[in-house]
């Protein structure tokens, strides 16, 4: 589980901002939290502000260290960079730490990174005891220089130094070492666990689509619910879920001639490779996803179609509303966090009706109930800013200041009690974090 993220010099974020999900002493919403190796985290947060205000920067950022942390260096891109507006900045390197529990060790770790040369200029992790004794595992200093505070056997001690020898400016020793076979014994150990926590954190943007839609929602392994009845339960208006089979040539008719042409080309080629004897496969374009197969010659393609009370006159996804599309997308989450996964939705009210939003939210907590998960969501929707929903420690507001950077901050900060309209006060500026519209005098031409 994640317990703190910390983040300096990457886009709207100059100074060091601080994200917990540390929970705090209130008593409502237990569900709410989880206990783990004495540490009461909560299970979500809820990130609100104007726009513009840097919410979506916040999971770029967790983003970027996970992307980083796990593919090295080569897994940025052109939008990661530093605090632009100030110059200063462009010399300076990005600031990333993170602190969480894996396998029952807590553990601290972060790097910093050149963004013009794409070198780490230090990196650090660290195992923290239930007495908050901190132990370093390793910490590397000016791109190269590593000391350890680790008790290795000869034979650790030497793959260890090779790992640090071998190590270049622009590679994570967590990521080198931590990718390695190591035995659960061996003093490296920490490595693997450590590294192997960052496949934990799903990242879900607005265009974000879930793989293999059909698996899920046809064959779904959920024991609570079974998907139909969510989508029911959603008022999706969906009665039933169903495979549609047809000739490949005429399921792929939405797409252009040469388009559809190279598609099927490439598919036949694949299938029928010297290499790959292989009777199916899943491709996916767009809204739609295909299972393909090859049958008399030919070949076919199998879709999700969904049935509306008709089961004569059939629907394909993408004819479904915006926000359908959307909880084809995100129910499957639930799996997710069924499995202790760390879950970051950006705008999770993306195309959702307000109560659909809050639905979304209690189901989750229903369905993950005595699991060690977590939801962390930006999102507009002012209606879940109610005590009777959320915990004051759940809900956190990101603001532009007058510099233009972002600063994060707790609910929890202003001390509100449990039956306080905060909404209201929200909304009339008490809390910041709203948007602030000039007063210009527009005038109209008119002859």
Wanted: hydrophobic residues 35%; glycine residues 6%; negative net charge.
């Amino acid at each position: 589980m994640l317990i703190r993220f910390a983040v300096e010099n990457y886009n709207s974020f100059k100074g060091q901002q601080v994200f917990s999900m540390a929970a705090g002493k209130q008593t409502r919403h237990p569900s709410h939290c989880f206990t783990v190796n004495g540490k009461r985290l909560l299970k979500s947060s809820f990130f609100f502000g104007a726009n513009a205000s840097g919410k979506s920067n916040f999971v770029r950022a967790l983003d970027l260290m996970r992307r980083v942390t796990l593919l090295g260096a080569k897994a940025m891109r052109y939008n990661d960079r530093f605090f632009r507006i100030d110059p200063v900045c462009k010399e300076k390197p990005g600031i990333f730490q993170i602190d969480f529990i894996a396998e029952q060790t807590i553990f601290s770790y972060g790097f910093a990174i050149n963004y013009l040369t794409r070198e780490f200029c230090a990196e650090w992790l660290y195992r923290i005891d239930s007495s908050d004794k901190e132990t370093c595992i390793f910490e590397r200093e000016q791109g190269k220089h590593i000391i350890s505070g680790l008790r290795l056997d000869k034979n650790s001690k030497l793959r260890f130094n090779i790992y640090c020898e071998d190590l270049k400016a622009d590679e994570l020793l967590l990521k080198e070492v931590g990718n390695k076979k190591i035995d659960e014994n061996s003093g490296l150990y920490d490595f693997v666990s450590a590294y192997e926590w960052f496949k934990n954190l799903i990242i879900v943007y607005p265009g974000s689509h879930v793989y293999k839609k059909n698996d899920f929602f046809l064959n779904p392994v959920s024991s609570t619910d079974s998907m139909i009845d969510m989508l029911r339960a959603f008022d999706t208006g969906i009665e039933e879920i169903t495979k549609g089979k047809q000739l490949a040539e005429k399921a792929f008719s939405f797409l252009p001639d040469e388009v559809k042409k190279n598609v099927l080309n490439s598919i036949e080629q694949s299938m029928r490779s010297e290499h790959q004897d292989r009777a199916h496969c899943k491709i996916e374009i767009g809204d739609y996803q295909f299972e393909i197969s090859i049958e008399d010659g030919e070949i076919v393609a199998e879709k999700i179609m969904l049935d509306h009370g008709n089961p004569t006159e059939l629907f394909e996804l993408s004819d479904e509303s915006d926000g359908t599309k959307r909880l084809f997308d995100l129910i499957p989450l639930y799996e997710f966090g069924q499995k202790g996964k760390i879950i970051v939705i950006d705008e999770l009210d993306r195309s959702f009706h307000s109560k659909l939003t809050e639905e979304y939210i209690r189901r989750f907590f229903e369905i993950t109930k005595g699991k060690p998960c977590q939801l962390i969501c930006t999102t507009h929707d002012l209606n879940l800013m109610d005590l009777r929903i959320l915990r004051q420690d759940e809900i956190w507001f990101i603001e532009r200041e007058m510099d233009h950077s972002s600063k994060i901050y707790s609910l929890s900060d202003y001390k509100q009690r449990f039956d306080k309209n905060i909404l209201n006060d929200y909304l009339i500026g008490r809390y910041g974090a709203i948007p602030c519209f000039q007063d210009n005098e527009w005038k109209v031409d008119s002859e």
